[in-house]
């Protein structure tokens, strides 16, 4: 395998071949502007996290053509003028977007990319990739933590994992509220805290289990954790954890936790609790995986399973069972002009030109539970209008309302450091903490409003009405 | 964003902590087996196909740590003995697989991987990592494969995929029967063909949907298809491609096809082939996307909905909606004994000791649905057993067997050159042809029966009641 970087090839031919068209109908210069959404909440849940921009961030910063691209496209039918061009490739777009670790609804902007049209459509694909895939799995990590309290959430996932998706999934998975992972090469990279006990196989390799249960804590004495389902749950790997315990004990040390990885861990968790407890081994912790996502660990949270750590793997890590979120990129301006694009369904009918969305906040600091898209030269409006529903509207007189696009990216340089992985994930569960409950529900949350503002409405209108002709 | 490359660091860090206890007691050298399987086939359907060989193999032969991976580990609490001694890991060891593209079917080993106890618990999260994604998407491929009789079909994934794993998917996608892939950095990587025509965007960009035709036909008039949904599919997009045809006729040039991405796949479809077919285009094809999968297009195919090209995104590279294989890694040989893994579900139990796998064929050379898993010194048997029913036997007397695990990696060398990836995508549709049908149903598939050998059957048992005790 070679070292794989994402380059300017990381995109859809079409990109390509549109951009060619542009450079060869001297549209090279020609401004435009393109916003990201998403139309549906994944897990038919009632908010979104938003991931991926520190990611993205970094990757426009340093996207470039190399020698070998720029062959293989000429190679490939692209035009030799073109392709030359991109040696010189760079991004050198303005880039607005929500905080990374923003609680975001559907059909609003949450980011808006300006720039020449071909590096606009040259970075659609990987801003797609990069966002859709972090975004789905913050989405998940969030949900889980949601029922998990402050139990400590561990990610379990990489074997499952969608290939090399699964390093940017550890890393969206701690924006969503995890506490660590087993990806060695994750936490390295993003600062995450690793964690690892042991496998079967571990005990497998040895005559009897107490035996591996003693060379592991003899070796391994910090952060040990046994996992007692190998043979027999109740009758061998608690019993033999405890020994090791105690010989831990004598030597000054503490075993940290045992591990479940099969079975009813309801039923086993309050078995283990008092096997352990009975043994005088209150402060080791009991540790939980197999299957889990938020609806087990919901049920178990429900019946009081004494877990203390729960390790999630598949689910967490594939976004399962929806495994994408609907992320798009439509253009919005170009050419001098605000652009929609039509569709017989009017829910699907984008919004023109530049724009800015305001989230109404109580008095008490948390959501009110509506987000209004405006112009993004526009003033808090007094009102917000349904997009599709035009005889919706709600009053916004005297609340307050707080700006959620920032700029980040000027010219294509940073406007200011971003903020640590540690940061994105504070602010996660800040904003997380701002949302009322009705909207975190499981089963038919509460839908939180987005509206546009009058001025948009009309823009868009009129546009409608233009094309129409 | 750093170069992404996979190095030992690419694991979960509990293959490192046991490794670190191997090494500490002494077991550098010590000899394990592992098998590689998986135990429900994705999708309900009745096969997968095995895939990620090829990526596997490149990754094994260069794996090693990095001086940054054996810093980071040795600062996390890493033993530093052990640590140090990665700076000369390789992995050594042997591996028999099953080609691949082969069809597979659950609970049988379709990799065996023979190394010291270390190297082979630390390759093995990305072993899982590769071949459980790489296998889902070819078999979700071969899915798509089956319903579409041998029309185009194409990757068109990327922006949906699980971040980097995208790459992968379109691998693993020409594997299972697609003809092309928009991912360009993959298409120039694997050798597959890429394709791209143009968005909404590149139409929304212009004032008129005519214009911008014209100009895309004009300056990229090779492999020209025109996306005809933008405003009105049948009163705008076709009869505005129809004029462009006409004139690309004039230039000595031809349109290859239309797009259709939205709206009723087959109404339309059938709408503008009578309209291309009334102005005299036979030969310009149709292309669809939006949202296909194999019951999509098995429905549309029903519907005669005369389509030449399908693209396909989300569901083909995330494997919707299981988005994960359940491959596992299972100890079989350590320390000299044969080893299993206990269960109280006498189907989870594992299989001990180094074995091979038997597929009985018919005498038509087809397949006649029955695997059987012996001991690797073992000669073809007359009978099968069931794994856990034991009283259910299949007699295989006088019937033909094919081995079909080969040795692929011995002392971690390469024993022949990979095949090409064409080669293995063209293997997997002689297998899928020497498939009975019954077995590629959507409903309810006809079970392939794995059984094992008498030998095998007996090693278990006794060992299951050694452990028992």
Redesign the interface.
Known sequence: ???????G??????????A??YY??GKND?K?V?DYFYRRHPFDGGFTIFAGLG?LL??LQ?IHFTQ??IE??KQ??L?ADFTDSLKDFKFTGTIHAVKEGEVIFPNEPVLRLEGT?IEA?IV??LL???L???SLIATKAARIRSVSGDKVLSD?G????????????SRAAFIGGFNST????A???FGIP?????????I????DELTAFR??AI??P??CILLVD??DTLKSGVPNAIKVAREMKERGQNLLAVRLD??DLSYLSKKVRKMLDDAGFHEVKITASNQLDEWVIKSLEDQGAPIDIFGIG?SLV?????????GVY??SF??G?P??????NLKKLTLPDMKQVHRVMNDDGNFFGADVIIKADEQAPDIMFHPSEPDKSLSLKGMKQEALLHKVLENGKLIATSPSLLEVATYCQKRLGQLPDEHKRFYNPHVYKVGISDTLLKERNELRSQ?KK
Do not use: C, W
């Open positions: 395998m070679k070292n794989f970087s994402i380059t090839t990381y995109t859809d031919l079409y990109q390509l071949t549109m060619q068209v060869l109908t020609q435009a393109f990611t970094e990757v340093d070998d691209d293989y496209l490939n039918g035009n049209i459509q659609e694909t797609l990739n990069i859709n895939f972090q379990f990489l074997r499952r994992a969608q290939g090399t998706g699964g390093y940017y999934a087993s990806n060695v090469k936490a390295m990279d690793a964690v690892g006990t042991m496998a079967h196989a571990f497998q390799s040895y005559d060379d592991f070796h391994r910090d952060n190998t043979y099969s079975g598949t594939t976004g399962a069972p929806d495994a994408a979120l609907d439509k253009l170009s050419g002009k652009r929609i694009k039509l569709s017989e094309y």
